[in-house]
């Protein structure tokens, strides 16, 4: 498998001259697997990554990708109104999520929206949730082409729930050939998921966005009436066995401090997850850093991985992982 990072700026995007290295563009990773393309999240990485796909196989059609959303928050799916091949005939999306879009905004937004079929889609609350969730990416007055019309106009677009019955915590993607996909509810206000995904011998953690310690009460999972329920120690279970982690690691630990129950861990939390979901499996897992804080300059992200080299030597953690951070068009091969 080949990973390529294509917006790894978490919460919104930040361009200018303090992000020139690591990047400014939200969520979004192109991994090729065995099965073809799969996207991680549409932030406004979604872009880049829909040009370099023009550039490759032109406009007319033959692009086929899976696209796995973490979750529905602005910085996970503001790519894709601007996504060039969602508007060409001959290409095909199959768009897996959780559709988690609370039912009051997805009231109010299906009052204010003119489109007559976005806003029939939107007030009758299909059964089909992330339908609703890429509607609000596009809806009238936001876009001039709603997620609707897209699919008229465009390619083959068909969007797929991931949902988790009862207190259920994990499930599996059915119905694909050649990798497997795996995902687990995340700990993050309004849920989230994290995937795993497996392709011939190799496989990538991506953990989207979630908070250390306990299952935040706003992340709406039924287990979070239980305290006792303490979200890392699913996703050290999760993790173990996986070759690369994608994570989440957007807070030092001062600012986690200020920022507890906004759904994102510290990098230190994040490495120790890692460094003993390995120690558990007896194999090394490679880190990569990722959704980093948009307040956070190259300069301060450079300070930030001196830092936390000294906090994996000073905890051992060099033992079971190796790590890196993310940066806006890095590459990485997947090996097991
Ligand atoms: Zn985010
Ligand atoms: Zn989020």
Avoid at 63 to 89: N, Q, R
Avoid at 176 to 197: F, Q, R
Avoid at 223 to 249: C, H, K, P, Q, Y
Wanted: glycine content about 10%; some cysteine.
């Amino acid at each position: 498998m080949e990973l390529k990072v294509y917006g790894c700026r978490g919460s919104y995007p930040e361009p200018g001259e303090d992000t020139v290295r690591y990047g400014g563009r939200t969520s979004c990773y192109a991994l090729q697997t065995e099965a073809g393309l799969i996207i991680l999240d549409a932030g406004n990485g979604l872009v880049p990554l829909g040009r370099d796909l023009i550039r490759k196989f032109g406009f007319k059609g033959g692009i086929e990708a899976k696209v796995f959303i973490s979750h529905v928050h602005g910085d996970h799916i503001e790519g894709w109104p601007f996504f060039t091949p969602a508007y060409l005939k001959g290409n095909k999306f199959s768009i897996y999520g959780l559709g988690n879009v609370p039912d009051k905004l997805t009231e109010e937004s299906g009052r204010q929206v003119k489109d007559p079929e976005t806003r029939t889609l939107l007030l009758r609350r299909r059964k089909n949730r992330m339908d609703l969730a890429m509607a609000t990416s596009t809806q009238a007055g936001r876009h001039p082409i709603t997620f609707a019309m897209q699919k008229v106009i465009g390619a083959d677009i068909e969007t797929v729930d991931l949902d988790l019955p009862g207190s259920e915590i994990q499930g599996n993607v059915d119905g694909l050939e050649g990798v497997a996909v795996e995902y687990m509810w995340g700990n993050h206000p309004d849920g989230a998921l994290v995937y795993k995904i497996t392709s011939g011998d190799k496989s990538l953690l991506f953990t989207g966005d979630y908070e250390q310690g306990p299952l935040l009460k706003t992340s709406k999972h039924p287990l979070t009436f239980n305290r006792l329920w303490e979200f890392d120690s699913f996703l050290i279970n999760f993790i173990s066995g996986v070759d690369v982690a994608l994570m989440d690691s957007q807070y030092t630990p001062a600012d986690y401090e200020r920022k507890k129950t906004w759904g994102h861990p510290t990098a230190e939390r994040s490495l120790e997850i890692a460094a003993e979901a390995a120690r558990r499996a007896g194999k090394k897992i490679h880190v990569i850093l990722t959704h980093h804080e948009p307040e956070y300059t190259d300069a301060f992200l450079d300070k930030r991985h001196w830092d936390l080299e000294q906090f994996v030597a000073k905890e051992n953690l060099f033992h079971h992982i190796t790590w890196e951070l993310a940066r806006d068009g890095m590459v990485r091969e997947i090996k097991a």
